[in-house]
């Protein structure tokens, strides 16, 4: 039987990790000794892996207590869990291509720093360098630099609604 501190120590989680699982119900073997204090055995450590492992997949605490309470439900709820994993596995691809957006905003952005720091363009990242006129409604202030006779993809790099917008007709 292991303890609380043995638990963490064997799967990498922390001992208040190991105690919000277990006072979550996501680990339905964990026993108590007679001083009420939390005991583990192999298969609470097993289920203690497969929590960590699908926290790490971004899975809510209530939907790994569902795929748990489905476990111990047995063979008949395979297809419910396998539903579950798809339902999530969906979700996290959405986040992924968000996550890929992001980080195409940031690739660009860099590449605009640099622009500025080798003096190619000006730096119009900064509100103190804005016209305070605006020429339409909404319009993004760096995309006025168009008639300082900058490179398209400069520009829209100074206004992210305007990298976007260039973005969106590049997709359509």
Known sequence: MYTVQ?????TGLTEHAVRFYTD???VPSIQRNKNNIRVFDEESINWL???????QTGLPIE???TYVDLCLEGDSTVSQRFALMMEYKEAALIQLEE???RVAHLEEKARQYQAILEQRIPDM???VNWETKRDEEGSCPASRLKSR???EAEVSAQCPAAAMKQQT????
């Open 99 to 101: 996550a890929k957006s």
């Open 169 to 172: 007709s590049i997709v359509s």
């Open 6 to 10: 043995d638990a963490a120590q064997l």
């Open 125 to 127: 990242t900064n509100p």
């Open 149 to 151: 006779s900058l490179p």
């Open 24 to 26: 979550k119900g996501l």
């Open 63 to 65: 939907n790994i207590k």
């Open 49 to 55: 892996h497969g929590v960590k492992c699908l926290k």
